[in-house]
T-cell receptor, first 115, second 115 residues
Framework: SQQGEEDPQALSIQEGENATMNCSYK?????LQWYRQNSGRGLVHLIL?????REKHSGRLRVTLDTSKKSSSLLITASRAADTASYFC???????????????FGKGTKLSVKP | DSGVTQTPKHLITATGQRVTLRCSPR?????VYWYQQSLDQGLQFLIQ???????AKGNILERFSAQQFPDLHSELNLSSLELGDSALYFC??????????????FGQGTRLTVV
């Protein structure tokens, strides 16, 4: 079953614009992660934000987490054609307050950045 | 390069057959995860092993089984294959800092086609 649900399912923008993707999840988490997948290839970890953090930055990426709304957003600033990929949020399953370790992924947002 | 190696990259087999997918985790990683990615189901968590023992189980069919060996490599066995088993199968590994959770590193996947 899916834990995270990304929104929108697809996003098409021009190079230089910002891209915002959202993720909602259902249960308590210890952390939330964002991954990128280029077509048919393996997933690449982008950023991890813990449940006690509200915002995190990594280069052109900015992630926010709102545990009260069970939602997160990923912002890619000044997008490039090379950012074209699918983006997934993933949450860890919790077990008695700790992490079970396995990650549950959403269905992803397909981002297309046109040059 | 994530450091996670999966073999084979591609596999074409007939319905009813049995195949074995192999995964070598990153050096030092104790956790191995298996995921199935299909167009309609997205990324489905199948099973996780930690240091040779099964740690978490997801949507893994009874026809599928996995194990992690003393050298930490893992194998996913798929038997009585059906057309619907055609998918990308990913292996991921993590250092697994226990309760905190950590990022996972994905292999490039095995594309299984059942004909």
């Amino acid at each position: 079953s899916q834990q995270g649900e990304e929104d929108p399912q697809a996003l098409s923008i021009q190079e230089g614009e910002n891209a915002t993707m959202n993720c909602s999840y259902k249960t308590s988490i210890n952390n939330l992660q964002w991954y990128r997948q280029n077509s048919g290839r393996g997933l690449v970890h982008l950023i991890l934000i813990r449940s006690n953090e509200r915002e995190k930055h990594s280069g052109r990426l900015r992630v926010t987490l709102d545990t009260s709304k069970k939602s997160s957003s990923l912002l890619i600033t000044a997008s490039r054609a090379a950012d074209t990929a699918s983006y997934f949020c993933a949450t860890d399953a919790t077990d008695y307050g700790g992490s079970q370790g396995n990650l549950i992924f959403g269905k992803g947002t397909k981002l297309s950045v046109k040059p | 390069d994530s450091g996670v190696t999966q073999t084979p990259k591609h596999l074409i087999t007939a319905t009813g057959q049995r195949v074995t997918l192999r995964c070598s985790p990153r050096s030092g990683d104790l956790s191995v995860y298996w995921y199935q990615q299909s167009l309609d189901q997205g990324l489905q968590f199948l099973i996780q092993y930690y240091n040779g023992e099964e740690r978490a189980k997801g949507n893994i069919l009874e026809r599928f089984s996995a194990q992690q060996f003393p050298d930490l490599h893992s194998e996913l066995n798929l038997s009585s294959l059906e057309l619907g088993d055609s998918a990308l199968y990913f292996c991921a590994s993590s250092a697994d800092r226990g309760w905190l959770g950590t990022e996972a590193f994905f292999g490039q996947g095995t594309r299984l086609t059942v004909v």
